[in-house]
């Protein structure tokens, strides 16, 4: 069986490595890839901006499945174009990833079924934005309406800088384009949830919950990031939470788009803040998450490829998926300067030896082959996993691995999974 993936980052890694270890897959291709997953698939140029680009691609290889990485081609549109053309494909349609794509539509289909999320207004000029502020107390988030790779979000400590994040969202000042519309919503307190889930746009199958670590800084400081580390146990979550999430949240979810007609197939990645009054919607993802993904997969003991088949065919109750226990946990290597500007085409050393420690697997995310070498080519160059029985252990493989890795400006957080070691009272041996 042949298996199309389209993306470039280390979720694309992660489900390529995965779909891989499947028996029944005979060819992975991956479009366009990294210097990574040219180790388990064969890589196919193109940009992933490039709708007609990347529909020639599936229609020239005819893959017996297509798996849609990346945010951007499903807003674009490329489910679509591709059921169109009679092809086997994973991922929501354009309307249904708008649930991402547009923080707007989600906060208002959240309201309108009744799943709990922060207050918020929406606001499409500064003057309507600068009323609303005044009804929030500080501090306030401000988010940008589309997609910004996990850097749309301000949170202010004042009026005055939350009309400034406003003011550089409409100006395209943060985030290089302008901003047609935004959300201004509160600031809830609490601990942050990734729950993923897989649904057919009928059943809804949750997958291990997660932790992710946005801030660039140690301590959960500076500038927030796609992602600079993430942890999965199973204690992050109890059976009894994850049931009410899935009765509250995820299955209202799936089954509101499909009231809406636009029934959603493939990931639905629930991020959650869990607060005082209980768990709140801070945002929805239509794909799998980034670097959670590369955690979460490390602890699937059943066939991948098996559930994104179930959930184009419709028979997603059926299929049954095994757990490994105990802890996984992915550390993100950035160029120096992200999320600013930063340099690349720098060689990466140490890579085999890192993979050569027992139950790490490293991901790449940022990375080309230039002359035969592995060389950084993004922000986030590579996330090192391991998983192991307890997240101590995890977290001491991963940093062991990240040790004997090196490349010029290389950065990474020591802290990743704090919340859960503080909990526990366990630290990683010294690093």
Request: with cysteine; aromatic share 6%.
């Amino acid at each position: 069986m042949k298996v199309l993936i389209f993306g470039s980052g280390g979720r694309e890694h992660a489900l390529a490595w995965a779909i891989a270890r499947s028996p029944r897959v005979t060819e992975v291709v991956c479009a366009p890839g990294n210097g990574g997953i040219a180790q388990v698939a064969r890589l196919v140029p193109v940009s992933l901006s490039d709708l007609d680009g990347m529909v020639q691609v599936a229609v020239a290889e005819q893959a017996d499945l297509t798996v849609v990485g990346p945010e951007l081609p499903l807003s674009l549109g490329l489910v679509d174009a591709l059921q169109l053309r009679g092809l086997k494909v994973f991922g929501p349609t354009k309307a249904a990833a708008m649930l991402e794509s547009s923080k707007s539509f989600a906060k208002r289909f959240l309201q309108r079924h009744k799943i709990p999320t922060a207050n918020y207004a929406v606001c499409k000029s500064l003057v309507e934005a600068e009323k609303a502020i005044e009804f929030f107390h500080a501090p306030i988030v401000v988010k940008a309406d589309g997609l910004a790779a996990g850097k749309g979000v301000v949170i202010c400590q004042s009026r005055r800088a939350a009309l400034e994040a406003a003011q550089g969202l409409f100006t395209g000042k943060l985030l290089g384009s302008q901003e047609q519309q935004l959300v201004i919503e509160e600031f809830l307190v609490g601990e942050e949830v990734s729950f993923l889930c897989l649904t057919d746009g009928n059943h809804v199958s949750p997958l291990v919950p997660a932790q992710d670590h946005k801030r660039i800084g140690e301590g959960d400081t500076g500038s927030n990031t796609g992602g600079m580390g993430v942890y999965s146990t199973d204690s992050i979550l109890e059976p009894e939470m994850q049931e009410w999430i899935m009765h509250h949240i995820a299955r209202p979810t799936v089954r509101g788009m499909a009231q809406e007609d636009s029934p959603f197939v493939g990931v639905l990645y629930i991020g959650l803040m869990m607060t005082a009054r209980g768990p709140q919607v801070l945002e929805f993802n239509a794909r799998f998450g980034d670097p959670e993904t590369q955690a979460i997969l490390l602890r699937l003991e059943s066939d991948l490829l098996e559930a994104l088949e179930a959930c184009v065919e419709g028979r997603l109750a059926k299929t049954e998926f095994r757990w490994k226990p105990g802890a996984s946990a992915c550390v993100i290597a950035s160029s120096g300067g992200y999320p600013g500007s930063f340099q690349t085409g720098f060689a990466i050393s140490g890579l085999e030896d890192a993979a050569a420690i027992p139950g790490v697997q490293v991901f790449h995310s940022g990375t080309a082959m230039v002359d035969g070498k592995v060389c950084t080519s993004g922000g986030r160059v590579l996330g090192v996993a391991a998983a192991s029985d307890t997240l101590t252990e995890a977290l001491e493989s991963a940093y062991r691995a990240m040790e004997k890795i090196s490349f010029a400006g290389m950065y990474f957080r020591r802290d990743i999974g704090h919340r859960a070691l503080n909990k526990s009272g366990s630290r990683p041996g010294s690093r």
